[in-house]
C-alpha cells in the first residue's frame, strides 16, 4: 500500500471513528507535516461534492454528539478510546489547532450523519421509513426533531422512544426521564406522551415531563392546554403555570401553580440552534456569551444550521463547531468574534 493509499485508508477509518492508538499517532503525525494541507483538502472537497448531492430527511442531532466528543478530545489532548480506556499523549498546541480546523472538519462531513443542512428549499419535510416499523431510541442529554417537526429537548437519565409508523397513524412516544416538549399543532393526530401508566395528551403545545424510575410523573404546561390521565381515566387538564403530579403508586394527583422559570431552569444551559440561518445562530450565540459575533462572508450567512450544544460548552467551543461545518475560520477578541471565510450554500 503506498503512502497516499494509506492516508485515504486512515481518514476512512478515523471517519467512522475506529483508528487504533498507534494509528491515530500516525495521523498527527501526518497533520503536522507540511505538505499535508493540500492531500487534506482534496479528500475534504471529494466528501464535500459527495454529500451534496445526497437527499437530506434533516438534520441528525446525534452527530453533533459525535463531532463535538471528538473535537473537544483533541482541544483536550486526549481522546478516550471506547472500550480500551486508552488515551493519547500530549501533542504541541500547533498541531491540535490543526486537527481541530481540519480534521474534525473533515469528520463530520464525510459522516452520513450530517450536523446540519445545505438548505435551498426550507419546505422540505423530514420523513420516516414507512415501510419498516424501526424503533427510534435516544437516551441522555440532547436535542431530537421529531419526524412531525415537534422537538424534544432530554435532560440526563432520559430516554425517548417510537416507532416508523410515527406520524402516520398516530404520534405516540414512550418516555422516562424529563423532558421538554415542544409540540406541532395537528388536530386530527393529537400527541401522546407515554410514561408508564401514566399519559399526557396534546394537540399543539410547549410542556415539561418528569418521570424518572421509582419517581412522581410531574408535568408543567408552559403554553397551550395538556390532559393527563391513564388507560382508563383522564386526571386533569392544565394549561399555562400548571402543573400536575402524580403518584404512580396510589395514582392519586394533585393540580398546583407553578413559577414557570423555576420548573424549566434545567434547560437553560442548553444552546439549541435549531432550524435557524447563520446570521440569526449567531445573534443568539452573542446573547448567550455576551459577545458580537460577526459573519464577514455574506454568502455564508442564509446558510441553515441545526445544532444543540447541551454540556456548557464555551464560545471557543461552539465557533470551533460551527466554523469547522462552514469550513470557516474564527477569531475571538476581547468582547467581539469574527467568523471569516468559509464556504457557500448557494
Known amino acids: 500500500m503506498s503512502d497516499k493509499q494509506h492516508i485515504e485508508f486512515l481518514f476512512a477509518k478515523f471517519k467512522e471513528n475506529s483508528l487504533s492508538e498507534e494509528e491515530f499517532k500516525i495521523l498527527l503525525d501526518?497533520?503536522?507535516?507540511?505538505?499535508?494541507?493540500?492531500?487534506?483538502?482534496?479528500?475534504?472537497?471529494?466528501q464535500w461534492r459527495y454529500i451534496k448531492k445526497i437527499p437530506s430527511n434533516g438534520p441528525d442531532i446525534e452527530a453533533t454528539?459525535?463531532?463535538?466528543?471528538?473535537?473537544y478530545a483533541i482541544e483536550e489532548n486526549q481522546l478516550d478510546w471506547s472500550k480500551?480506556?486508552?488515551?493519547?499523549?500530549?501533542?504541541?498546541?500547533?498541531?491540535?489547532l490543526k486537527i481541530i480546523g481540519i480534521a474534525a472538519t473533515f469528520l463530520l462531513i464525510t459522516s452520513s450523519l450530517i450536523l446540519w443542512k445545505i438548505n435551498q428549499n426550507p419546505n422540505v419535510n423530514s420523513t420516516v421509513q414507512t415501510e419498516q416499523q424501526v424503533i427510534q431510541k435516544y437516551s441522555g442529554k440532547q436535542f431530537v426533531r421529531l419526524p412531525d417537526g415537534s422537538s424534544v429537548i432530554l435532560n440526563e437519565g432520559s430516554e425517548l422512544e417510537f416507532d416508523g409508523s410515527f406520524g402516520k397513524e398516530s404520534r405516540k412516544v414512550v418516555f422516562k426521564g424529563e423532558g421538554f416538549f415542544d409540540i406541532s399543532h395537528n388536530?386530527?393526530?393529537?400527541?401522546?406522551?407515554?410514561?408508564?401508566?401514566?399519559?399526557?395528551?396534546?394537540l399543539g403545545t410547549a410542556f415539561n415531563v418528569s418521570a424518572y424510575k421509582n419517581s412522581d410523573v410531574v408535568v408543567t404546561v408552559e403554553r397551550g392546554k395538556v390532559a393527563v390521565g391513564d388507560n382508563d381515566n383522564?386526571?386533569?387538564?392544565?394549561?399555562?403555570?400548571?402543573?400536575?403530579?402524580?403518584?404512580?403508586?396510589?395514582?392519586?394527583?394533585?393540580?398546583?401553580?407553578?413559577?414557570?422559570?423555576?420548573?424549566?431552569?434545567?434547560k437553560n444551559d442548553f444552546l439549541i440552534l435549531d432550524g435557524m440561518t447563520i446570521e440569526e445562530a449567531v445573534t443568539v450565540i452573542g446573547q448567550r456569551y455576551g459577545v458580537n459575533v460577526t459573519v464577514m462572508n455574506e454568502h455564508i450567512k442564509n446558510c441553515e444550521i441545526n445544532a444543540a450544544f447541551m454540556k456548557g460548552e464555551?464560545?471557543?467551543?461552539?465557533?470551533?463547531?460551527?466554523?469547522?461545518?462552514?469550513?470557516?475560520?474564527?477569531?475571538?477578541?476581547d468582547n467581539s468574534a469574527v467568523i471569516k471565510g468559509g464556504r457557500s450554500c448557494e
Do not use: C, H
Request: no cysteine; net charge positive.
Open 187 to 202: 388536530e386530527g393526530k393529537p400527541f401522546i406522551v407515554r410514561t408508564g401508566d401514566v399519559s399526557t395528551t396534546v
Open 314 to 333: 464555551s464560545l471557543k467551543q461552539v465557533l470551533s463547531v460551527i466554523s469547522g461545518v462552514l469550513q470557516a475560520e474564527y477569531e475571538i477578541k
Open 30 to 46: 501526518y497533520f503536522d507535516r507540511s505538505e499535508s494541507e493540500s492531500k487534506i483538502k482534496s479528500l475534504m472537497d471529494k
Open 84 to 96: 480500551r480506556n486508552r488515551k493519547i499523549a500530549r501533542r504541541s498546541s500547533s498541531v491540535s
Open 234 to 266: 383522564e386526571y386533569d387538564k392544565i394549561t399555562p403555570n400548571q402543573q400536575l403530579i402524580v403518584d404512580t403508586r396510589t395514582k392519586k394527583y394533585r393540580k398546583e401553580e407553578v413559577n414557570l422559570e423555576r420548573e424549566l431552569a434545567w
Open 65 to 71: 454528539a459525535r463531532y463535538k466528543k471528538i473535537l
